[in-house]
């Protein structure tokens, strides 16, 4: 599995997975959505990285789900070689957009599991993930950045701090960590960084579902 995905746990997977365009205000404070795929309905939240790849993230999405960020600004270190990441990700709908912000080119890729994840469940999704990474309560809480988490721990060397609401907290696997240090809870962040695709120069990704396809 890739690091990235491991390391985000179900907020990767809300990044990666867009449902369809949903009714409603720009800041996401309608209740008209067509389907959700996060239990909360908007959050910000700030990490700091150590271990092999340290730096800052941001994750933020509105909507239940139906649009995310992730900004990357991180360094990963593996075997004496260091390499910078900067990155700006952008899901809206059933279109993935990654893009450099440097040069503010990227691409775009349509999600092949739009359909199908777009009829899932939030919760039941949320616990399906947990449940393939092995993933159990160890009954523990406790406090990061001013909120409360349940820690959780798999056999598999991946561990977690996650609220009721199924907001990573803290994440760490294959030597990876990351905390969050600012909690926004009621705020889908910046609505600037939900549009930067439309300034940068993007052209088409791979298809994804051709390729999956081809398997």
């Known amino acids: 599995?890739?690091?990235?995905?491991?390391?985000?746990?179900?907020?990767?997977?809300?990044?990666?997975?867009?449902?369809?365009?949903?009714?409603?205000?720009?800041?996401?404070?309608?209740?008209?959505?067509?389907?959700?795929?996060?239990?909360?309905?908007?959050?910000?939240?700030?990490?700091?990285?150590?271990?092999?790849?340290?730096?800052?993230?941001?994750?933020?999405?509105?909507?239940?789900?139906?649009?995310s960020y992730a900004i990357e600004d991180t360094k990963i270190e593996v075997g004496g070689m260091t390499q910078q990441q900067k990155s700006h990700n952008i899901t809206i709908g059933d279109m993935i957009y990654a893009i450099n912000p440097e040069t503010m080119t990227g691409t775009k890729t349509k999600n092949p599991l739009f359909e199908q994840l777009a009829k899932s469940n939030p919760e039941e999704l949320a616990k399906s993930i947990m449940a393939s990474m092995q993933l159990e309560d160890t009954g523990e809480d406790k406090q990061v950045a001013g909120e409360s988490c349940n820690v959780l721990k798999s056999p598999m060397g991946i561990g977690g701090c996650y609220t009721d609401t199924m907001v990573a907290l803290e994440v760490s696997a294959m030597g990876l960590n990351r905390v969050a240090t600012s909690v926004d809870l009621d705020s889908g962040g910046d609505d600037a960084n939900y549009s930067l695709h439309e300034q940068a120069e993007i052209t088409d990704g791979p298809d994804i579902g051709a390729i999956l396809n081809s398997q």
């Open 1 to 67: 599995m890739n690091k990235s995905a491991i390391f985000l746990g179900v907020a990767a997977i809300a990044l990666a997975s867009c449902n369809q365009e949903p009714q409603g205000d720009s800041d996401g404070g309608g209740d008209d959505v067509a389907v959700k795929f996060h239990p909360l309905e908007k959050f910000c939240i700030e990490y700091e990285n150590t271990g092999l790849m340290s730096g800052k993230s941001i994750h933020c999405q509105r909507k239940w789900g139906a649009e």
